[in-house]
């Protein structure tokens, strides 16, 4: 397909939930060439003047949460006139529960937000998972979820996932011809959740991964046989163990944690 197609995001706040929204319908399209063009803190006639100059030098698809009524007003009127195709990611769920509340709306930008005790603890789940990084803290006794598998298991974003969803995880790796940490086989508590990738693709990120770091020399890092002995031991290692394993070859991080998620509603007895 012909491209680039130009999406422009504009937010009267941080543009998180703008941005989730616009990567996952995104995703929905394949070969399709996008440039993203965002817009953050509209919150000014100003600010949002310099989003449409920009709009106009570069046409494209206009998508936006902006709570301010004239501001929006004034949004809707310029990309008409423009000629832009608009959408108002938040007027549709927004009008929907105005209309069960039977209430008005507050017209807080960024309102979604504001610091409460989930977020606290949101964040309390995050420097938990950055002090058990790879194994670096095998105090694991307080973590929800241990993430272990061979090096390039996506382990760590994984776990910085869980912990944005407010779940304490930490990750330990697991390295071929030494036995994994006895402190890891005592843990009953935690759901402890094997990762593996297929060997050949493992090889691939591996090497991607040595080229990103100016590293061009063939090791045992990314030699296929041994890839294949260390995929095999881990896996060996998680059914001698009983722990739950998943094949995060074709997953993406978000997938992978819903399954841990799953994983441990089960665990606890509750709806997944």
């Known amino acids: 397909m012909s491209g680039p197609f130009h999406v422009h995001l504009i937010s009267d706040a941080t543009g998180e939930t703008l941005h989730s929204v616009a990567k996952a319908a995104l995703a929905q399209f394949e070969g399709v060439t996008v440039q993203e063009h965002s817009y953050t803190l509209v919150r000014s006639d100003r ?12 046409l494209g698809l206009v998508l936006f949460t902006v709570v301010d009524q004239k501001l929006r007003n004034d949004l809707v009127a310029q990309c008409g006139l423009i000629g832009v195709p608009y959408f108002d990611v938040m007027e549709g769920p927004v009008g929907l529960m105005q209309q069960c509340f039977n209430t008005e709306k507050t017209q807080r930008p960024g309102g979604q937000h504001d610091i409460d005790q989930k977020y606290l603890h949101r964040m309390e789940a995050l420097n938990y998972t950055i002090e058990h990084d790879d ?13 272990v598998g061979a090096s390039r298991t996506s382990k760590t974003p994984t776990c910085v996932y869980l912990a944005i969803r407010g779940i304490r995880a930490a990750n330990v790796p697991l390295v071929l011809g030494l036995p994994p940490p006895s402190q890891l086989l005592t843990y009953t508590t935690p759901l402890i959740v094997g990762l593996w990738v297929v060997p050949e693709r493992l090889v691939q ?59 441990l509603a089960e665990r606890r007895g509750e709806p997944a």
């Open 205 to 263: 990120i591996r090497r991607n991964r040595l080229t990103a770091m100016g590293e061009e020399r063939d090791t045992d890092y990314v030699d296929l046989e041994k890839v294949r002995n260390e995929v095999m031991a881990t896996r060996r290692l998680y059914e001698q163990q009983g722990w739950p394993s998943i094949d995060v070859t074709r997953r993406s991080i978000e997938e992978t944690a819903a399954a841990i998620m799953t994983l």
């Open 135 to 147: 194994g670096a803290n095998l105090d694991l006794g307080a973590a929800e979820v241990i993430l």
């Open 47 to 58: 600010q949002l003047q310099r989003a449409l100059d920009y709009i106009r030098q570069h």
